[in-house]
């Protein structure tokens, strides 16, 4: 009688136990799950606005030469569109390069405060937030693309600007992951403090921030 007892005591133990039980499975699963969900369904989304949206300016990063050139062709076929070159070259040789493929000053802005690639996008963001730019080609070299395209979806996105990436052959290796994890952190920083954390280069491996 007492093991019949225990085992209907169980039983009823067992039987209660189970919706609670799916509960917390549940809700560790919903857990596991919406920060990837999250994240994938805001990129589908901006890359199905980038798909519907035509870009309304071009975004150049500096950091080499060959970038402002192939702009400068790249622009040829775009000609109602602004260029805006983020620290380029120097500007009398960053103007030169445009003049030689035709394209007019007027369509020209170079922006010089920028320092690294995260203050590409911050110096740049609420200005073009002011213009009313929705969307943008984003020109830089293949090696750097990645770093970039992940700062500009922060900062630019946090801004509802789009990014089209429009990568120059450089035939150097991709940038460390290192380098994009810690530029991530910094775009993120900054849209919730409007700091860029720079000094935070120096605390992964001594990357310097560019």
């Not at 150049?60 to 260029?83: C, K, N, S």
């Not at 996105?157 to 910094?186: C, F, H, M, N, Y």
Request: with cysteine.
């Amino acid at each position: 009688m007492v093991f019949k007892a225990l085992s209907k005591k169980q039983t009823y133990q067992s039987v209660n136990m189970r919706p609670a039980s799916r509960r917390r499975l549940g809700c560790l699963g919903f857990c596991l799950i919406v920060p990837f969900v999250v994240p994938t369904i805001w990129f589908t989304h901006r890359l199905v606005q980038s798909w519907l949206n035509p870009p309304d300016a071009i975004l150049v990063l500096g950091g080499a030469t060959q970038r402002e050139r192939y702009a400068a062709e790249f622009a040829l076929q775009h000609p109602d569109l602004p260029i805006w070159v983020s620290s380029g070259d120097w500007p009398a040789s960053t103007r030169a390069t445009f003049a030689r493929a035709g394209i007019s000053p007027e369509r020209l802005h170079l922006d010089r405060n920028a320092v690294d690639t995260v203050t590409n996008f911050t110096t740049l963001a609420d200005e073009f937030q002011r213009q009313g730019v929705e969307h943008v080609y984003l020109i830089t070299s293949d090696y750097h693309m990645r770093r970039a395209q992940v700062v500009g979806e922060i900062v630019f996105g946090s801004r509802g600007i789009l990014l089209k990436p429009i990568a120059v052959a450089s035939g150097q290796s991709k940038e460390p992951t290192l380098k994009v994890v810690r530029d991530a952190g910094r775009s993120v920083l900054w849209v919730f403090t409007g700091r860029t954390g720079s000094t935070l280069g120096e605390r992964f491996n001594n990357l310097r921030p560019d």
